[in-house]
């Protein structure tokens, strides 16, 4: 065997040895890692069902027959608000719906007698920087608050929302993704 055949063996066991060892440490550091990210994504659910309907004391969840993963989980549908009595205010609920760049997470909130919703927020979205990324700006979100279900359509359509120019799709998807569940929510509470 030459020197130039040895080198290159050892620089290969060296490429491999490093590259099990850059294995190892992420398969040592992923289980913590994904289990904070869990639970820093619940606490974020949590906070913002807070932030959509404050005079909630409590969320109780109302699971469907889904089940969602490996553990048994069933898939919660939507949340029943109540204050500190115990008195039902409304239904917060997460909602995936398509964009114009992929998928949206909203988050709602409409009282009791489905007649106002509480607020809207994007929790995750691939939308374009600049244009349907402005779904989660403060212009666009506070068009929400306090808005009839009657009225939740853009304003082209007759209703309240005022679309974001040059993102009428992902303004669409959010008055979509609202009014979808509320009627989700108004079936499974008749």
């Known amino acids: 065997m030459t020197d130039s055949n040895k080198d290159v063996i050892v620089i290969i ?5 490093i590259s099990v060892i850059a294995s190892a440490l992420l398969a040592i550091t992923y289980v913590p890692t994904s289990e904070q990210l869990k639970k820093n994504y619940e606490e974020a659910r949590t906070v913002t069902l807070a932030e959509l309907m404050p005079q909630a004391a409590d969320f109780e969840a109302v699971y469907g027959d889904e089940i969602i993963n490996d553990e048994g989980d069933r898939e919660i549908l939507y949340y029943r608000a109540k204050d500190s009595s115990g008195n039902l205010i409304g239904y917060a609920f997460f909602r995936e719906q398509a964009g114009a ?3 949206l997470v909203i988050a709602g909130g409409v009282d009791a007698s489905f007649n106002e919703i509480s607020g809207m927020s994007v929790m995750s979205h691939s939308e374009t920087p600049g244009l349907g990324s402005k779904i989660t700006e403060p212009a666009f979100k506070d068009q929400f608050k306090n808005v ?3 009225d939740l359509s853009l304003s082209k359509s007759g209703g309240a929302i005022d679309s ?3 993102a009428t799709i992902s303004s669409q998807a959010v008055v979509d993704a609202l009014s979808s569940q509320v009627e989700v929510i108004q079936g499974a509470e008749a």
């Open 101 to 103: 760049q992929g998928l």
């Open 148 to 150: 009839k279900v009657a």
């Open 164 to 166: 974001i120019t040059g």
């Open 13 to 17: 066991g060296k490429l491999v040895l």
